[in-house]
């Protein structure tokens, strides 16, 4: 196969990721926060503060719900439901602090949330 040069108009410049781009923004809409996660998974992971303890967060899904931005909406059994700035994303997986990834239900059965 001929190699072909890349058309210099189309490039775009992205900057080198670092931890300081880890914590996740509520404010930004759904879609915005679940790319966020994705975008910075498996290296440097986005984070998120809960109850005190730095979580790191593996894995969302954008969902139907709203509230103020950071509220926790619900626990289901496929997730941990939190309000963003326009709808909300459910964290599907996660790692506390020096723990391992796991399903976000399965921690927080061990680890009850405080209301």
Request: hydrophobic residues 35%.
């Amino acid at each position: 196969m001929p190699a072909t040069p890349q058309d210099a108009s189309g490039v775009s410049y992205a900057p080198m990721l670092d931890k300081s781009m880890c914590p996740i923004d509520w404010t930004k809409t759904a879609q915005q926060v679940h790319n966020h996660v994705r975008g910075l998974h498996p290296w440097p992971v986005a984070t998120m503060e809960l109850q005190g303890k730095t979580f790191k967060v593996h894995a969302t899904r954008v969902v139907e719900g709203s509230g103020k931005p950071g509220e926790i909406l619900s626990l289901t059994k496929t997730g941990l439901r939190i309000a963003c700035g326009e709808g909300a994303v459910e964290i599907i997986s996660l790692q506390a602090e020096g723990g391992k990834r796991m399903a976000a239900p399965d921690y927080f059965r061990g680890h009850p949330l405080e209301r």
